[in-house]
């Protein structure tokens, strides 16, 4: 997604906890350094995360669009096999990073009567 809004001229906001990852995303994306912005946070931190928009408002002005993609899946167990652990680790990566985000996100969209 990140590539497809790249090339149609968006300026990209781009979170992540690995910063060689961001790094070579950003530079694979070849966009002016004013189209985009690489930065590294937990988003499981709500403290954090709202730092990060504040970035994000403090390079581009405003906040368009929220799209948040999350990895972590244990994958290729059955409900019956997965632990307790394994679940809450998977709520934590799932509802509360995406909780963390609107939180910080949602006031900008409303105040832009857009997104």
């Known amino acids: 997604m990140a590539y497809r809004f790249a090339h149609a001229g968006a300026r990209l906001a781009l979170f992540g906890t690995d910063a060689q990852r961001l ?9 002016l350094a004013e189209g985009v912005l690489a930065y ?13 928009i504040e970035a994000v408002i403090d390079k581009f ?14 994958g290729g167990k059955t409900v019956v ?3 307790a652990g394994e679940i ?4 934590q ?5 995406t ?4 939180q910080a996100v949602v006031p ?5 009567h857009w997104g």
Do not use: C, P
């Open 108 to 112: 900008q969209l409303v105040s832009n």
């Open 61 to 74: 002005g405003h906040v368009d669009i929220l799209l948040h993609f999350v990895g972590g899946w244990m």
């Open 23 to 31: 790094e070579y995303l950003t530079r694979d994306l070849n966009l």
């Open 88 to 91: 809450e680790e998977m709520l």
């Open 93 to 97: 990566q799932h509802l509360w990073t």
């Open 40 to 52: 590294q946070v937990d988003l499981h931190d709500s403290g954090k995360t709202k730092e990060a």
């Open 99 to 102: 909780f963390h985000l609107a």
């Open 81 to 83: 096999e997965a632990g």
